[in-house]
């Protein structure tokens, strides 16, 4: 199992160029449409060059992001599971 760490919580349009293509490729696999001051959250997934990308408003508990890693066959690390709580 892979261990996924928070980079940063950004808002769209401050997102930084490196982390596009895969919150456009999240979007996309969701149907989504992405809103300008919509909040994302950046996990770096630990021994991948790969990003798991959450947009925050579509999850109301940390159990369900959680779920979501697992299936991914990943696990947040704890400061990273504290954070992301309070922005729940």
Known sequence: MFIATLVGIFKYDELPE???????YKASIE???????????ILNVTGTESYHVLFLKSYSK???????????????????????????
Do not use: C
């Not at 490196?18 to 456009?24: A, E, L, T």
């Not at 890693?69 to 309070?86: G, H, T």
């Open 31 to 41: 149907d989504k449409t992405i809103k300008e001051d919509e909040k994302i959250a």
């Open 62 to 88: 940390i159990a369900e992001i959680e779920k979501e890693l697992n299936e991914a066959d990943a696990k947040l690390n704890y400061s990273s599971k504290k954070i992301l709580e309070e922005h729940l």
């Open 18 to 24: 490196k982390y596009g293509p895969f919150v456009q």
